[in-house]
């Protein structure tokens, strides 16, 4: 019993010691772990603080003058030479910090900086409510950058997200904090940031946008100018004033969460439109700084694009693919001189067909509102729409050659009663895709949106820089909806017809390089496959024949003699409404688009008036085809002098001769009428086979038992013949047989007496003593037959000679008398004067300046009745009868 008991007593202890042991154990690991993390952080710290230490120590030396004035950036062509500059020479309104109002202080503030005034330069609290308030308040709300930052890296430093930079960052800020009192450096800020292109300071900005002092403003108007330095470009209240309302709200609503402005103040102001207070467009005034502004304008947008907004700041170069030469050209052709009117204006993009590097850029007439017309989305694009939308898909995903037939007939959209209307009211009936296309109709063009799946045709689209549920629609297969391309988007998606079906994205910007020299980013867009190579260039062969001089081709002003162009016109339409506010007469349109390219170069050219209510004439050929016109004058320049390769037929694109109006489509045949034959494009293994025999050889067989029966009674011939229906490959056809009739006197020439579909002829006018020869020819769709041919030879008939009677003599002694009383009245008239003066003798007539035509020596003889046919031939008709008349007889 006791052996037990100890037993489990000795249990209980090794097992409490077992527990002690693990205890340690645990708590010896956790110690470790402590301790590692310890020394690890220790050694983080220490090299940290080392490497911060030796970044900082590489930092720049704090400038005045760089602290208080932009940084110049250039921007530079393809040849890498300079063409403009930012930030050295524009004109500021330098507002000193007492002259700042509270309002704009407490806006900038509130969205900037909001702990400005409580931290050293950096705001660890600010940090973490940064990432807060990009939460709850949508992204772009706060930025982590204390204004003191924000001097030193617009002044110092370069845009990028290194530790160096960082590192250098809050050195110099805490430095700039020990030098300069926190207004000095709010005045640094105030006056230094970038606002939008040219404009550097809220003081320039104000005047700029709303043509008043920065003490002058409105709270709503400084809370706008507050939000823009995040995005100058993109908050620019000019260029889109929608997201320029958005930011604005969202600083009100900051400057009321953080105590600024009450709730009631934010909503009132919020409620306020946007465009109250800014400057009305006609006092506006764009920077003339540089040449090529319009250029450099894309250029600003692609850096806003690519989040490099504000780099400008920074000292950067930007090589971008401007082409002086190219730039020039567009330039004169813009020049006001050359406008059919007084106030038209006219937006234009050249581009590389290969690459969509935007060489040159046409914002507007002179450049002079402001309004770079390249760039705006707010126009429909008309029938320039249609290889996008329509025909391209129809050919890539349905296999469809250019000669698919489609009926140009009346049609409403679906589920409405609203018809569908051609530019000339009329409808053509059944035409090739290619001759809907280069005649622009359409009601075929909606016809072939329809054909092709949704989703397909959509994606087809896409690729080619189309986006938006609007392509849904069945106007936008005519340019009826989408709005949202301008000219370098269109002229990009047309250079990839060009291009073998492959597409760039349009770009200005080569590379960026910063002040350091050697810190660079490139941008060069990558090119895409969005169709099939035969797709490409069975789309570019239709539009070949748009420029071409074909009749109905809509482009013929666009054509460029020695260059292969091929292109699209676009017209856009007003509704009943708008014709009715306006006042517009017929023929009134207000976008008049062209787009066209070459191996080369890809142009698009938007023509219209700054407003909707003022219209292009399109009655005014002038007007109608500018858009043509600018784009064949630059066109001509930028080719000049280079080699411009023709488009290249793929292997997978076949040519066959087919039978128009087939259907499926059929070879022609050798007896296809000409103006039923095309050559047109199929995709290999898609082309027809089959042999269309719907004109075939038509055999006519010549007239058989011809014979000619005279009547001496009332000298006329009866001709009749038989005759075989014509037949197409052994069957008889139906076509009308039409008998020629001739005839030759004594072997001399034929002389054509008249046709007659009936199997006889009674001809009258037979003169004994010749030989008539009778020919029938067979005639039928066109086909003559062989002749058939009989002779008739009539026998003279004598006359016997008249016998001389004898007179007596008492009869020869009266007519002596007579004749002496002749000859006596004779003498009377020769003594006789004559009572008026003779007329004198006419002129010698002017002989005529060619042979006259002998007469005909055997005339044409009259038809008389004719006779009915014999009986039992079904097949002959009543005989015709001729006459030979008037004849001379030998």
């Given at each position: 019993?006791?052996?037990?008991?100890?037993?489990?007593?000795?249990?209980?202890?090794?097992?409490?010691?077992?527990?002690?042991?693990?205890?340690?154990?645990?708590?010896?690991?956790?110690?470790?772990?402590?301790?590692?993390?310890?020394?690890?952080?220790?050694?983080?710290?220490?090299?940290?603080?080392?490497?911060?230490?030796?970044?900082?120590?590489?930092?720049?030396?704090?400038?005045?003058?760089?602290?208080?004035?932009?940084?110049?950036?250039?921007?530079?062509?393809?040849?890498?030479?300079?063409?403009?500059?930012?930030?050295?020479?524009?004109?500021?309104?330098?507002?000193?910090?007492?002259?700042?109002?509270?309002?704009?202080?407490?806006?900038?503030?509130?969205?900037?900086?909001?702990?400005?005034?409580?931290?050293?330069?950096?705001?660890?609290?600010?940090?973490?409510?940064?990432?807060?308030?990009?939460?709850?308040?949508?992204?772009?709300?706060?930025?982590?950058?204390?204004?003191?930052?924000?001097?030193?890296?617009?002044?110092?430093?370069?845009?990028?997200?290194?530790?160096?930079?960082?590192?250098?960052?809050?050195?110099?800020?805490?430095?700039?904090?020990?030098?300069?009192?926190?207004?000095?450096?709010?005045?640094?800020?105030?006056?230094?940031?970038?606002?939008?292109?040219?404009?550097?300071?809220?003081?320039?900005?104000?005047?700029?946008?709303?043509?008043?002092?920065?003490?002058?403003?409105?709270?709503?108007?400084?809370?706008?100018?507050?939000?823009?330095?995040?995005?100058?470009?993109?908050?620019?209240?000019?260029?889109?004033?929608?997201?320029?309302?958005?930011?604005?709200?969202?600083?009100?609503?900051?400057?009321?969460?953080?105590?600024?402005?009450?709730?009631?103040?934010?909503?009132?102001?919020?409620?306020?439109?946007?465009?109250?207070?800014?400057?009305?467009?006609?006092?506006?005034?764009?920077?003339?700084?540089?040449?090529?502004?319009?250029?450099?304008?894309?250029?600003?947008?692609?850096?806003?694009?690519?989040?490099?907004?504000?780099?400008?700041?920074?000292?950067i170069k930007i090589y971008t693919t401007l082409d002086p030469q190219a730039q020039v050209s567009v330039e004169e052709a813009l020049a006001s001189a050359n406008f059919p009117t007084e106030s038209m204006q006219a937006g234009m993009t050249v581009l590389d067909t290969k690459t969509g590097a935007i060489v040159a850029v046409g914002g507007g007439r002179n450049y002079e509102?402001?309004?770079?017309?390249?760039?705006?989305?707010?126009?429909?694009?008309?029938?320039?729409?249609?290889?996008?939308?329509?025909?391209?898909?129809?050919?890539?995903?349905?296999?469809?050659?250019?000669?698919?037939?489609?009926?140009?007939?009346?049609?409403?959209?679906?589920?409405?009663?609203?018809?569908?209307?051609?530019?000339?009211?009329?409808?053509?009936?059944?035409?090739?895709?290619?001759?809907?296309?280069?005649?622009?109709?359409?009601?075929?063009?909606?016809?072939?949106?329809?054909?092709?799946?949704?989703?397909?045709?959509?994606?087809?689209?896409?690729?080619?820089?189309?986006?938006?549920?609007?392509?849904?629609?069945?106007?936008?297969?005519?340019?009826?909806?989408?709005?949202?391309?301008?000219?370098?988007?269109?002229?990009?998606?047309?250079?990839?017809?060009?291009?073998?079906?492959?597409?760039?994205?349009?770009?200005?910007?080569?590379?960026?390089?910063?002040?350091?020299?050697?810190?660079?980013?490139?941008?060069?867009?990558?090119?895409?496959?969005?169709?099939?190579?035969?797709?490409?260039?069975?789309?570019?062969?239709?539009?070949?024949?748009?420029?071409?001089?074909?009749?109905?081709?809509?482009?013929?002003?666009?054509?460029?003699?020695?260059?292969?162009?091929?292109?699209?016109?676009?017209?856009?339409?007003?509704?009943?409404?708008?014709?009715?506010?306006?006042?517009?007469?017929?023929?009134?349109?207000?976008?008049?688009?062209?787009?066209?390219?070459?191996?080369?170069?890809?142009?698009?050219?938007?023509?219209?008036?700054?407003?909707?209510?003022?219209?292009?004439?399109?009655?005014?050929?002038?007007?109608?085809?500018?858009?043509?016109?600018?784009?064949?004058?630059?066109?001509?320049?930028?080719?000049?002098?280079?080699?411009?390769?023709?488009?290249?037929?793929?292997?997978?694109?076949?040519?066959?001769?087919?039978?128009?109006?087939?259907?499926?489509?059929?070879?022609?045949?050798?007896?296809?009428?000409?103006?039923?034959?095309?050559?047109?494009?199929?995709?290999?293994?898609?082309?027809?086979?089959?042999?269309?025999?719907?004109?075939?050889?038509?055999?006519?067989?010549?007239?058989?038992?011809?014979?000619?029966?005279?009547?001496e009674g009332d000298q006329t011939a009866t001709l009749s013949w038989d005759h075989k229906a014509p037949s197409k490959r052994g069957k008889k056809s139906n076509l009308d047989v039409a008998f020629e009739v001739s005839y030759a006197i004594d072997g001399g020439t034929p002389t054509v007496l008249q046709s007659t579909s009936q199997k006889g002829l009674i001809v009258t006018?037979?003169?004994?003593?010749?030989?008539?020869?009778?020919?029938?020819?067979?005639?039928?769709?066109?086909?003559?037959?062989?002749?058939?041919?009989?002779?008739?030879?009539?026998?003279?008939?004598?006359?016997?000679?008249?016998?001389?009677?004898?007179?007596?003599?008492?009869?020869?002694?009266?007519?002596?008398?007579?004749?002496?009383?002749?000859?006596?009245?004779?003498?009377?008239?020769?003594?006789?004067?004559?009572?008026?003066?003779?007329?004198?003798?006419?002129?010698?007539?002017?002989?005529?300046?060619?042979?006259?035509?002998?007469?005909?020596?055997?005339?044409?003889?009259?038809?008389?009745?004719?006779?009915?046919?014999?009986?039992?031939?079904?097949?002959?008709?009543?005989?015709?009868?001729?006459?030979?008349?008037?004849?001379?007889?030998?």
């Amino acid at each position: 019993m006791s052996e037990n008991i100890n037993s489990r007593g000795q249990r209980r202890k090794e097992l409490e010691k077992q527990k002690k042991t693990k205890k340690i154990s645990k708590t010896g690991w956790i110690r470790r772990i402590v301790v590692a993390i310890f020394i690890i952080g220790l050694a983080g710290l220490l090299f940290g603080g080392g490497l911060f230490a030796f970044y900082a120590s590489s930092a720049p030396k704090l400038d005045e003058e760089s602290l208080k004035d932009p940084i110049t950036s250039v921007i530079l062509d393809k040849n890498d030479d300079v063409f403009a500059t930012i930030g050295s020479s524009e004109k500021r309104d330098y507002v000193n910090y007492k002259d700042i109002p509270k309002g704009m202080e407490d806006a900038i503030l509130a969205t900037e900086d909001v702990r400005f005034y409580k931290h050293n330069g950096i705001d660890f609290y600010r940090l973490g409510g940064a990432v807060l308030a990009n939460i709850t308040s949508g992204f772009g709300s706060q930025g982590a950058s204390t204004i003191t930052q924000q001097v030193i890296k617009n002044s110092f430093l370069q845009n990028e997200k290194t530790l160096k930079r960082k590192a250098q960052e809050a050195y110099l800020s805490y430095q700039l904090e020990k030098k300069y009192e926190k207004e000095e450096i709010f005045e640094m800020y105030f006056n230094k940031v970038l606002m939008s292109g040219n404009i550097y300071g809220f003081g320039t900005a104000s005047n700029s946008f709303f043509g008043r002092d920065i003490k002058d403003l409105k709270l709503h108007e400084m809370a706008l100018l507050a939000g823009m330095p995040q995005s100058p470009n993109n908050y620019h209240p000019f260029d889109d004033p929608e997201a320029a309302e958005k930011r604005r709200n969202i600083v009100l609503r900051l400057m009321e969460q953080h105590g600024k402005i009450t709730k009631a103040e934010m909503e009132e102001q919020q409620a306020i439109p946007i465009a109250e207070g800014l400057l009305p467009e006609e006092k506006r005034q764009i920077s003339k700084e540089n040449k090529y502004d319009a250029y450099i304008d894309i250029v600003k947008k692609e850096l806003a694009a690519k989040g490099e907004d504000d780099s400008l700041n920074y000292g950067i170069k930007i090589y971008t693919t401007l082409d002086p030469q190219a730039q020039v050209s567009v330039e004169e052709a813009l020049a006001s001189a050359n406008f059919p009117t007084e106030s038209m204006q006219a937006g234009m993009t050249v581009l590389d067909t290969k690459t969509g590097a935007i060489v040159a850029v046409g914002g507007g007439r002179n450049y002079e509102n402001g309004t770079n017309y390249a760039r705006q989305t707010d126009r429909s694009i008309g029938s320039t729409v249609k290889p996008i939308l329509d025909y391209g898909p129809a050919i890539e995903y349905l296999d469809w050659s250019t000669g698919h037939t489609i009926v140009d007939e009346k049609m409403t959209y679906t589920g409405t009663d609203q018809q569908i209307r051609n530019f000339d009211g009329e409808y053509l009936g059944s035409m090739t895709i290619r001759e809907a296309l280069f005649r622009s109709r359409n009601i075929p063009a909606v016809k072939v949106f329809k054909e092709v799946d949704a989703g397909k045709r959509n994606e087809f689209a896409n690729k080619l820089g189309f986006t938006g549920d609007s392509l849904d629609f069945e106007a936008a297969a005519i340019g009826g909806t989408y709005n949202k391309i301008n000219t370098m988007k269109l002229a990009a998606s047309y250079a990839a017809f060009g291009n073998a079906g492959i597409y760039s994205e349009p770009y200005t910007i080569r590379e960026i390089v910063f002040r350091d020299g050697e810190t660079k980013k490139t941008y060069k867009p990558k090119s895409t496959p969005a169709m099939k190579d035969s797709t490409a260039f069975m789309v570019t062969d239709m539009l070949r024949d748009v420029v071409s001089e074909r009749s109905g081709s809509t482009g013929k002003a666009a054509n460029i003699s020695g260059l292969d162009v091929a292109g699209k016109t676009g017209t856009t339409n007003y509704d009943a409404d708008e014709f009715n506010k306006y006042n517009l007469k017929d023929g009134s349109a207000p976008d008049v688009w062209f787009a066209g390219y070459t191996s080369n170069y890809s142009i698009a050219v938007w023509t219209g008036y700054h407003t909707r209510k003022d219209a292009i004439d399109t009655t005014n050929q002038n007007e109608r085809t500018f858009a043509q016109r600018l784009f064949k004058n630059v066109m001509t320049s930028v080719s000049d002098g280079k080699n411009t390769a023709s488009f290249k037929r793929p292997n997978s694109v076949i040519e066959a001769t087919v039978e128009v109006g087939t259907s499926p489509l059929r070879l022609a045949s050798e007896f296809t009428p000409a103006s039923l034959k095309r050559t047109e494009l199929f995709v290999r293994g898609s082309e027809p086979t089959q042999v269309s025999y719907e004109y075939e050889k038509v055999e006519v067989d010549a007239p058989t038992k011809l014979k000619a029966d005279y009547s001496e009674g009332d000298q006329t011939a009866t001709l009749s013949w038989d005759h075989k229906a014509p037949s197409k490959r052994g069957k008889k056809s139906n076509l009308d047989v039409a008998f020629e009739v001739s005839y030759a006197i004594d072997g001399g020439t034929p002389t054509v007496l008249q046709s007659t579909s009936q199997k006889g002829l009674i001809v009258t006018g037979i003169a004994p003593g010749s030989t008539y020869t009778f020919t029938v020819v067979a005639i039928a769709d066109n086909i003559r037959s062989s002749p058939a041919s009989t002779t008739l030879e009539i026998d003279a008939v004598e006359v016997p000679e008249p016998v001389e009677e004898e007179i007596p003599e008492e009869d020869k002694d009266v007519e002596k008398d007579k004749e002496k009383d002749k000859d006596k009245d004779k003498d009377k008239d020769k003594e006789a004067p004559p009572e008026e003066e003779p007329a004198p003798p006419a002129e010698e007539p002017t002989p005529p300046e060619e042979e006259p035509t002998p007469p005909v020596e055997e005339p044409t003889p009259p038809i008389e009745e004719p006779t009915p046919p014999e009986d039992g031939d079904d097949d002959s008709a009543d005989e015709a009868t001729a006459a030979l008349s008037n004849r001379q007889n030998n």
